[in-house]
């Protein structure tokens, strides 16, 4: 999903040809970002909070429950469609991509659920908090939310579920990919800068 989000963005066909757009933005947008969560240290501080969320849910003894809170939780937080929806049932009250997103979301932790654990399970307050923060907010991004910042947004998005991806189908691969999580920002304001 998030290698085909980020080619539907980057590459198109014009005139039969196939060309490329968006790749610098993409490639800052990511490298800024992971400086930032590396200097923050964000994958730390969500393995930390795994590992305290652990503890007071009574699953101390079960090995794979941080790993699998925090990749589930990124896997269903990341992505235009929990802030799109969010913006759109603030707003408008229309809760429909919400609705769509919630159902996918179901199923996406049904399967990671059964592969990784029961540390899965526990995303859903993540993603509650994201989705009822942006919605909260909703009236107050409106204006920052252009359809170029939200289409950033989308691709660096997806490019994120990709390198989540990657942590899931290499086992001795490890991204950080909480760290690179300011790179959403990032591709949000590079939607504002006059070029």
């Known amino acids: 999903l998030g290698l085909a989000g980020t080619l539907e963005q980057m590459i198109t066909v014009q005139d039969g040809r196939l060309t490329s757009s968006g790749t610098m933005m993409m490639i800052l947008s990511l490298s800024i970002g992971a400086l930032i969560g590396e200097w923050i240290d964000l994958d730390r501080r969500m393995e930390q909070f795994g590992q305290w969320f652990k503890i007071k849910t ?17 896997t269903v937080c990341i992505g235009a469609m929990a802030i799109v929806g969010s913006i759109e049932d603030g707003i ?3 809760y429909s991509i919400l609705a769509t997103k919630a159902i996918l979301d179901l199923i996406i932790i049904c399967v990671m659920t059964a592969s990784m654990g029961k540390g899965c399970i526990f995303s859903a307050i993540p993603v509650a908090l994201l989705q009822g923060s942006v919605t909260l907010l909703a009236k107050s991004i409106e204006p920052i939310m252009t359809e170029a910042a939200l289409s950033n947004l989308s691709f660096v998005g997806n490019m994120l579920i990709f390198c989540v991806g990657i942590n899931l189908v290499f086992e001795n691969t490890r991204i950080k990919v909480a760290n690179m999580l300011p790179a959403i920002f990032v591709a949000v304001a590079w939607a504002f800068l006059p070029y």
Do not use: E, Q, R, W
């Open 58 to 74: 009574g699953n101390a003894k079960d090995k794979n429950f941080v790993d699998a809170f925090v990749t589930a939780s990124l």
């Open 92 to 94: 408008t009250g229309d």
